[in-house]
């Protein structure tokens, strides 16, 4: 079929439907969109890519059941919700990196050298509970593991052993391990 008679016959069917209320108009708009070349392509701006699913959170070596949410430091616009305790570690495929107090608290977890790659540490993060009771888990704490970003493949190393990093996001260590600890302040 043509192109011009598909449009016609999109036309028809639309103002047929059109009296009525029905959803096929925007089905039949978006047909037309794609004859005509005019599909929005999705933005991957604010993709997120999950590194670990499940994670729990443990506080004085007991696991929290409590909801709330989950920031990195030194990383903007991510609050990961917390369920029960768990959570899943989704992090921005571009991330934006800020807050330069949490940034360097960060690197200090760690002794990287990637000569001029933009190479960046977290493994510190920070649970706002909120459960209304008086005696509840809450602030700063790590997990298991350690998650780097860089901006390119690169070789170098970590606390002086040899690594090599791929280009967006890095695990290093023991992934499995699915525990994500708050420090117990007495």
Known sequence: ??????????????ISFA??????????KNAKDKITGKEKKKSKKNATVVLVKGLQLTWCGKEVKDNGSV??????????PVKGGRFDLAVPVNPVFGDEFGLSQQSQMAELSF???????FSIISFANSSTSEVKADGRG???????YSDKNVRG???????SLKKGWNIIGDKKNREASLMCAG
């Open 115 to 121: 000569g001029n790659a933009k190479v960046y540490l």
């Open 157 to 163: 190393t970590i606390d002086g052993k040899a690594a």
């Open 71 to 80: 920031t990195i430091p030194g990383l903007k616009g991510v609050a990961l």
């Open 19 to 28: 009296s009525t209320g029905s959803a096929v108009p925007k089905f039949i």
């Open 1 to 14: 079929m043509k192109k011009s008679t598909i449009l016609v016959l999109i036309a028809i069917v639309s």
């Open 142 to 148: 790590g997990i298991a593991f350690r998650i780097i």
